[in-house]
């Protein structure tokens, strides 16, 4: 019973370094009660560390994904207890990083290795290898701490991962065998990192005071869900962005972004330039450029009505099976369509049917969103601007990918409507922050409903709105050049963490052929 109640302890702590509480400090404890778990009195089982494993994650995930029962109620359908069910389904495929770790961790326990040593390695490489939907990495946490953060243009989240892990399991072993050595590696994965950050940030605030400024608008329509899909809308929703464009260039905005799918009338992939009449992008006194959140499709548009707010049809478009992207696009001042920037990876099952174009039988099912190819790199507004699309903010991989195409900035455009005003969009953007941090690029986020902001290069918040709160806001951002080590290298902790992992554990396994008697 103790153990358990110290894994699940240590899942309560790692969610606690979440938004909207980002306790910071709790975080580092987490990794040290799963420890407790693990090695109290002694190393557990294999089975007994993947339950304890289980716990944690089960709990980490329960406690910062709450909101996942009422998305797949409201929007999926789904009655209460078939929703419970599912979310529970979520949590445990979420849980895995924290059950590898514990697993391997214990294994290597078992035989003979230091605890306060092999499960920061474990938690560090199952978090940058195990799949996860919604990656929530407990190492986001230490943005309550900027200096500290700023490790991670160095190795990303996994450093910044292995350094929490190693601070909170050092000084629990410090103080339970009274030892100088932990004490002194967890003091040194907490300072180190903290007077780098206070040496660097200086630094990198005065390079982006330099860069060259784009005044960037960001329109948040705060459109519900509901009406979204509802074309009797779709007209008043134009207007509304069109009146939050004029006000925003009013403002002194040279781009300005709308949100994820915002205009609601299919583009065919091959036009060259903006609608006239109703339905244009650029509409009455808005002069350009936007970078617009829309859907995309390689032929004619399957059938499609927009209507007015008297019911009266507008233009039908007629769509057939052609390929649909999830796309932003880019509208020059002369109505030109400059480029367009799809979404690489679809939400699985929710945009997008896996292996739709290979297997025949999946045909039957909807085929959705068609993932892009490629950097998602557009020019516009005399800037190099990465894209990211939805929750690509949230994949480390995608933007260090996206980073060597040398963007100068990046814009994500995101829906977070679907998790309503529950901590979700807090939890998105606070993840998407460490992007800025890793690649050394100013963020701008247009996000429907919120949070939308602008985050610098140095992870700081320079601009953050209100969820469910119509608003707009013009950012002073910066287009910034040149390279972190993290884009450069990659994720080389967790190859690190992993090769120090598979050494120790040959290590002990020829000094355990060679103490057998022969």
């Excluded at 494993?53 to 999926?76: E, I, K, P, Q």
Aim: charged letters at 20%; proline letters at 7%; aromatic letters at 6%.
């Amino acid at each position: 019973m103790r153990r358990a109640l110290a894994a699940a302890l240590a899942g309560a702590l790692v969610a606690a370094g979440g938004a909207p509480l980002a306790f910071g400090a709790l975080t580092w404890l987490a990794p040290a009660a799963l420890l407790f778990a693990l090695d109290t009195p002694r190393p557990a089982s294999a089975r007994g560390s993947l339950l304890l494993g289980l716990a944690t994650g089960v709990v980490a995930n329960a406690l910062s994904m709450y909101w996942v029962v009422g998305v797949l109620g409201r929007f999926g359908g789904f009655p209460l207890p078939l929703a419970l069910l599912l979310a529970a389904l979520l949590w445990l495929a979420q849980s895995l990083p924290f059950v590898v770790a514990a697993w391997l961790a214990a294994a290597l326990m078992r035989a003979g290795a230091r605890g306060w040593l092999v499960l920061p390695a474990a938690l560090t490489v199952a978090g940058s290898l195990a799949p996860m939907i919604f990656p929530w990495r407990y190492g986001v946490s230490q943005l309550a701490f900027l200096e500290v953060a700023q490790v991670a243009e160095l190795g990303g989240l996994p450093l910044l991962d292995g350094l929490v892990a190693t601070a909170g399991c050092g000084a629990l072993t410090a103080l339970r065998e009274r030892r100088l050595v932990p004490a002194l590696v967890a003091a040194l994965a907490l300072g180190l990192p903290a007077l780098y950050g206070a040496a660097r940030l200086p630094a990198v605030r005065a390079a982006r005071e330099a860069a060259p400024l784009l005044r960037v608008g960001v329109a948040q329509p705060n459109v519900s869900i509901e009406d979204k899909h509802e074309p009797r809308r779709f007209l008043a929703q134009l207007a509304l962005l069109h009146a939050q464009t004029r006000a925003l260039e009013a403002a002194g905005a040279e781009l300005v972004v709308w949100p994820e799918t915002a205009y609601r009338f299919p583009i065919p992939r091959g036009a060259a330039r903006d609608r006239e009449g109703a339905l244009a992008i650029r509409g009455p006194g808005v002069r350009g450029p936007l970078l617009v959140g829309a859907l995309t499709t390689d032929g004619p548009p399957a059938r499609y009505r927009a209507l007015d707010a008297l019911g009266r049809t507008v233009a039908v478009f007629e769509m057939g099976e052609e390929a649909r992207y999830n796309s932003a696009v880019a509208v020059d001042a002369d109505g030109r369509i400059g480029g367009v920037a799809d979404k690489v990876h679809p939400l699985a099952f929710g945009e997008h049917t896996p292996l739709w174009e290979v297997i025949p039988w999946l045909r039957a099912l909807p085929r959705g969103i068609a993932p892009g190819e490629g950097p998602q790199v557009l020019e516009l507004a005399g800037a190099r601007i990465g894209v990211l699309n939805c929750y690509e903010d949230l994949l480390a991989e995608h933007v260090v990918w996206q980073a060597r195409s040398a963007p100068e900035l990046l814009v994500n455009v995101t829906n977070d409507a679907w998790f309503g005003d529950t901590s979700a969009p807090h939890l998105h953007h606070m993840n998407a922050r460490m992007r800025a941090i890793e690649t050394r690029r100013d963020l701008v986020r247009a996000v429907n409903t919120g949070v939308s902001g602008h985050t610098a290069a140095s992870g700081e918040d320079l601009a953050r709105t209100r969820p469910f709160e119509e608003a707009a806001f013009v950012a002073d951002a910066r287009r910034l050049r040149g390279r972190t080590p993290y884009v450069i290298v990659g994720d080389w902790p967790a190859a690190g963490a992993a090769g120090a992992l598979l050494a120790l554990a040959l290590a002990r396994r020829r000094r355990g052929r060679s103490a057998r008697p022969r």
